[in-house]
């Protein structure tokens, strides 16, 4: 499982470098180092928000609200920052307010047992309604927000901004969260198999309850870090987002079925996107081609991924159907 | 006694008749004063607060005008037609509305029509039959003209310019932009339209596209985004990528958006509808209507004070005028009210 797992990377890894050098026959540019840099800078916050849906996914879950909880969030921050509050409680505040939505995600799925799609619908609309309320439909522009604010992400440590460092934070602990806790197997034992998981003494509620709560602090730091990055907060940020983030993992790898991905996985499918999405402007791609573009690799990725999955052998019982596959395989 | 409180009680009618009749002298007096309701989407919005700025001065220069500025306290057509439907109580000479709806306000404002009422719509119009004219802010025609104007003012040499619009479908954006592309044929020959670029109205998506637009096209002079999102988004890619001075981002966005942009030089110029000049212009039409002065007819050449004529086109369709350039100079003021 692991080494399919690991060669499933690899591809992908592989698949990148390829684009990469082609996007660099037609751009040579594109290689140069202060562009790469400038490339993972931008796809920053749909690393941070990968993640956090690659959890809820392994869940068997999906979370459809974080890109209007990351608006949320940031409108939440922008107006404080409006309001003259120092930036660590913004950031603070802003986590805290993604949190509390993906808990609310969390306890309407574990609690009521609503399927997790429609209670993020349903979320995702709740959340865009509140930006207009508490911002009136108002827009807050540039001008309004403190330097401070617009300037952490943008603040280069060490050769990289701030806001590359954080997404490389958020891998870090991702990484030591799905390897070395309890909580990081659970995720993959509820999607795995909930019955397995149930014998083995781990609550499934609560532990799909703690992923939506992840995600939704990761959309909270997004928000602010998409804020300060674009200089502008209304409600129709990040409209359709939650999309490229679920692509983002299904494309890394990370089974809709539940229970199977990893961190790198989610980790380059983000990237993938990320350059796509920065190496078509300039290779001069007509928008249409853009999209039908996207979608291609989008289903390359299910469709190879499929493939991948079908051998590790799931179905024991169903001796027939696994000799039938090998026969066609 | 009987006779002396007839004749008293007479007396007394009499009174109140001369009383009602000066009362109603006075008010015919007060009639003069011609009353023009002016009907904004919602209250409290900087934009119409900025009309409404424009029709008081409208009102001084003719002197005998009271504005009644109003609106629902939400953007509903609901709302606008409570609204209405007091204005007709209290029957107001003229009414100038920037509707909510184009058809779910036509019933109401035919009923004002047929009680004597000018109606009149700028900004958002309302349809054909529920007012007497329509005065747009500005056309196409005139808008594709400014934004390569606005271009060309600051690069006199010629050079490249790229257009970064909201979506490839956009139907006025791509109006506005083939609009441009024919000044440009035609009055500037030395400047270049390298490529049109689509930000989808994101934030993101647009600030991407004008990354890419900076990175691929080294000599690239000028950024036009006819869209509020895509203009503040090219503004901040440019500060970002330190071609502040090397690129200028122009465009139509909203001077509270942009004035921090004008600050710092990513922006040295944008433009939009002046709402003080609509406000001023929409009340001159509406004054000129209703004093019987002019008449919306197709053809027909309504006064706009200082601001000149508008020409009705068939539909009774006015155009305000090109739209107004805001700079360092100016897009402090404004950038208080909208």
């Known amino acids: 499982m692991s080494r399919h797992l690991k060669s499933r990377e690899a591809l992908l890894l592989l698949a990148i470098v390829v684009m990469t050098g082609a996007i660099a026959l037609r751009f040579p540019a594109f290689i140069a180092p202060l562009n790469l840099i400038g490339t993972f800078t931008d796809t920053s ?29 940031g409108m939440i921050a922008a107006m404080l920052d409006v309001a003259g509050v120092p930036l660590p409680l913004i950031i603070l505040a802003a986590v805290a307010a993604g949190a509390l939505v ?26 865009r309604g509140m930006i207009f309320v508490l911002s009136g439909g108002k827009w807050i522009n540039d001008q309004a927000l403190s330097g401070a604010f617009k300037g952490f992400p943008r603040a280069v440590v060490l050769g990289l901004p701030v806001l590359a460092w954080i997404a490389i934070a958020v891998v870090l602990v991702f990484v030591v969260l799905i390897r070395a806790t309890p909580l990081g197997r659970a995720f993959f034992a509820v999607g ?6 149930v014998y083995t003494g781990i609550d499934v509620g609560r532990t799909q309850f703690w992923a939506f709560t992840l995600s939704g602090a990761l959309a909270g730091l997004a928000g602010y870090l998409w804020i300060s990055r674009y200089a502008v907060a209304y409600v129709d940020i990040a409209n359709g987002f939650e999309l490229d983030v679920v692509a983002a993992c299904v494309i890394g790898g990370i089974s809709i079925a539940g229970g199977a991905g990893s961190v790198a996985g989610a980790f380059l499918g983000a990237l993938f996107l990320g350059i796509t999405k920065n190496a078509l402007p300039v290779i001069g791609v007509s928008p249409f081609w853009q999209m039908a573009i996207s979608g291609a690799a989008i289903l390359a990725a299910v469709a190879i991924n499929a493939r991948e999955s079908r051998r590790p052998g799931r179905i024991i019982l169903k001796s027939v159907e696994q000799t039938a596959l090998e026969a066609r395989t | 006694m009987n006779i002396t409180r007839k004749t008293f009680l007479r007396g007394l009618t009499t009174a109140t008749l001369a009383a009602g009749l000066m009362m109603t002298t006075s008010a015919m007096a007060q009639a003069k004063e011609m009353r023009i309701a002016v009907v904004v989407k919602a209250l409290g919005i900087g934009f119409f607060d900025a009309v409404d700025k424009g029709a008081e001065k409208a009102a001084s220069e003719l002197g005998d005008v009271k504005i009644i500025y109003t609106g629902p306290t939400n953007t509903t057509a609901e709302g606008q037609i409570q609204v209405i439907n007091s204005l007709i109580a209290q029957h107001v000479d003229a009414i100038a509305i920037s509707a909510n709806d184009q058809d779910a306000l036509v019933p109401v404002l035919k009923k004002a029509m047929k009680r004597g009422i000018t109606v009149i719509s700028f900004d958002s119009g309302v349809a ?65 339209l390298v490529s049109v670029v689509y930000g989808d109205d994101l934030s993101d998506k647009s600030y991407r596209q004008a990354q890419g637009l900076i990175k691929k096209y080294p000599d690239l002079k000028t950024i036009i ?10 503004s901040q890619a ?10 200028n981002v122009t465009g139509l966005g909203l001077p509270s958006q942009m004035a921090a942009h004008v600050k710092t030089g990513a922006s040295k110029s944008f433009a939009l509808w002046n709402p003080i000049d609509l406000g001023y212009a929409a009340t001159m039409v509406a004054y000129n209507l209703a004093a019987k002065k002019a008449k919306a007819a197709p053809g027909a050449k309504i006064g706009m004070g200082k601001m000149g004529d508008t020409t009705l086109n068939k539909d009774n369709v006015g155009v305000m005028g090109k739209p107004f350039v805001f700079d360092a100079s100016n897009v402090d003021k404004y950038a208080k009210m909208f």
Do not use: F, H
Request: charged residues 15%.
């Open chain 1, 45 to 73: 916050p749909l690393i941070i928000l990968a993640l956090g849906e690659m959890v809820v996914i392994l869940c068997r879950c999906i979370d459809l609200s974080v890109a209007a909880n990351l608006a949320l969030a």
């Open chain 1, 102 to 127: 993906g808990a609310i995600n969390g306890v309407l799925v574990w609690k009521l047992d609503i399927p997790p799609i429609v209670v993020t619908l349903g979320t995702m609309t709740i959340a």
């Open chain 1, 192 to 197: 795995g198999n909930p019955n397995a998981a």
């Open chain 2, 128 to 192: 054909k039959a529920g007012r007497e004219m329509q005065l747009d802010d500005s056309s196409t025609p005139l808008i594709g003209k400014t934004l390569i104007k606005m271009a060309a003012d600051n690069m006199p040499d010629g050079g490249e310019v790229a257009v970064l619009s909201a979506s490839a479908t956009a139907t006025n954006q791509n109006a506005w932009i083939d609009a441009m592309k024919i000044a440009m044929k035609a009055d500037y020959p030395k400047i270049k």
């Open chain 2, 225 to 234: 985004a006819p869209s509020t999102v895509a203009i503040s988004a090219a």
């Open chain 2, 238 to 247: 440019v500060e970002d990528a330190k071609m502040t001075g090397k690129i």
